[in-house]
């Protein structure tokens, strides 16, 4: 007599990469999956005894873990295309900063679930998205609303300005962008937090907004809340090449060296960017368990420079990869972040073995995990069920001799055709189920519309200011 063993779903497909520490290929895959778990991992003989409820057969397809998007802004999908052709600093003062200033709470949220729902169908399951345009309480809660109500986890690192610090006068910041003091700041994420709180699918994270010209006090702050609520934190670091020696100039000390002496650098500490960082911050973020958020796209799109990723690597200092917004990655492609971050290490060190396709896959998925603290990354018995089936049988992926390479290298977003997280189905057969798609990107469209009829020169920016 044959034994059975019952679980939800099973899926089989020709091949399952689990981004495991042995990067293993499996060929001829299954995963089996009940409630939001992962029961089983291996060949289809192997998991032949289980009787699933419903049984999904994708032989042209790689199995793989939901991608974790480490560094995100959502609201900046109404701005895809605009902000051509600066540089970090002038694309925030000239443009973006504007941009969120004129931002309305229903604009965040056409935004958000525009974002949201690209997420889903280029594979990516876990968001971390720093919104900080506009950060009242209401919003706030609709924007983490919206990426719950796709289907979706992750957390939103609320931004957190307070007033302008003297960095942010000299630097040119504009005042209208400082809505907040100290204690409201701190009130309204606690309070957005206490709604999404540390285990929920959706978490609340302070987002004190970038090391490099937020207070002290209120980063000391911040970083206590995160201690408090027992959740992580998320700011920018050390993105532009000026911003080391901004801090420096007026404190007198390093950015992340600051962090590291006052105790504020911990485990729970996620830093986005992180590309203009000497030795010495290196081995305080190793030493503290902090993760790294790399942006390869926006980093390149914006010329900000390369991340010193074999240093980390060597360091042991967990790295995610991020898209870093719409409108400076323009698109929310994982498959383009894993690329990319090969290509811009092999230019910057002129070595082609630096990064290879199964270690920048580790970067988009395991890495992910570690980073956000979530059991996802990996595909693995008792981890959150959290799987993406990626179409291999186009023309651009053929023929198919390394699973790992053909999804680092050849694939895109649009190739995913399965996207599942939490045990439930989100995305299949071309559609996401969570969510009105057409609905959805009518509503981004008319509230970009009328972002640009009240402040046309946000448009502007859409043109290429070097001279022919």
Not at 11 to 33: F, K, N, Q, T, Y
Not at 317 to 323: D, H, K, N, R
Not at 392 to 418: E, F
């Amino acid at each position: 007599m044959t034994v059975t063993t019952p679980c939800d779903v099973l899926i089989r497909a020709g091949w399952l990469v689990p981004a495991d520490a042995e990067s293993r290929v499996i060929s001829d895959a299954a995963i089996a999956v009940t409630a939001d778990r992962i029961v089983a991992v291996g060949t289809r003989e192997e998991l032949a005894h289980w009787r699933a409820a419903r049984t999904i057969d994708l032989p042209d397809a790689a199995l793989m873990p939901g991608f974790v998007d480490g560094h995100n802004h959502l609201f900046q999908a109404l701005a895809r295309g605009l902000g051509e052709g600066q540089s970090i600093w002038p694309w925030l003062c000239d443009f973006m900063w504007p941009y969120a200033i004129a931002m309305t709470p229903s604009d965040a949220r056409a935004a958000a679930r525009l974002g949201a729902l690209e997420a889903i169908r280029s594979g990516i399951t876990t968001v971390v998205d720093n919104h900080y345009a506009p950060t009242d309480l209401d919003t706030t809660l609709a924007v983490a609303s919206a990426i719950h109500d796709a289907g979706l986890r992750g957390a939103v690192a609320r931004g957190i300005l307070g007033r302008r610090s003297a960095i942010g006068v000299r630097r040119g910041q504009p005042e209208p962008l400082y809505r907040y003091d100290t204690a409201d700041e701190l009130a309204i994420t606690r309070e957005a937090a206490a709604v999404h709180p540390a285990g929920s699918r959706v978490e609340v994270w302070p987002g004190p907004v970038n090391l490099s010209y937020l207070d002290q006090d209120l980063m000391a702050a911040s970083v206590q809340l995160a201690r408090d609520l027992g959740t992580r934190w998320h700011t920018h670091c050390s993105e532009g090449s000026k911003d080391p020696d901004s801090y420096l100039e007026e404190y007198g000390i390093r950015p992340v060296q600051w962090l590291a002496r006052e105790g504020l650098l911990d485990e729970r500490a996620t830093l986005a960017h992180a590309i203009w960082l000497d030795d010495a911050e290196l081995d305080a973020i190793a030493a503290s368990g902090a993760s790294v958020a790399h942006n390869p796209t926006s980093n390149a799109y914006l010329a900000s420079g390369s991340i010193r990723l074999g240093q980390m690597r060597e360091r042991g200092i967990p790295v995610a990869l991020g898209t870093d917004g719409p409108s400076c990655g323009h698109r929310q492609d994982p498959f383009e972040c894993m690329k990319q971050a090969i290509f811009i290490q092999r230019l910057a060190t002129l070595d082609p073995t630096v990064l290879r396709a199964h270690e920048s896959f580790a970067h988009g998925t395991r890495s992910g995990g570690a980073y956000t603290g979530y059991e996802v990354g990996e595909l693995a018995v008792g981890l959150l069920a959290d799987v993406v089936a990626v179409d291999l049988s186009g023309a651009h992926q053929q023929p198919v001799h390394d699973p790992v390479s053909t999804l680092v290298y050849a694939s895109r977003g649009s190739d995913v055709v399965l996207t599942m997280i939490g045990g439930q189905v989100v995305y299949s057969d071309g559609v996401v189920h969570t969510m009105d798609e057409k609905q959805v990107i009518a509503e981004a469209g008319e509230a970009a519309r009328h972002l640009i009829e009240r402040h046309p020169q946000l448009a502007a920016t859409a043109r290429d200011r070097v001279p022919a």
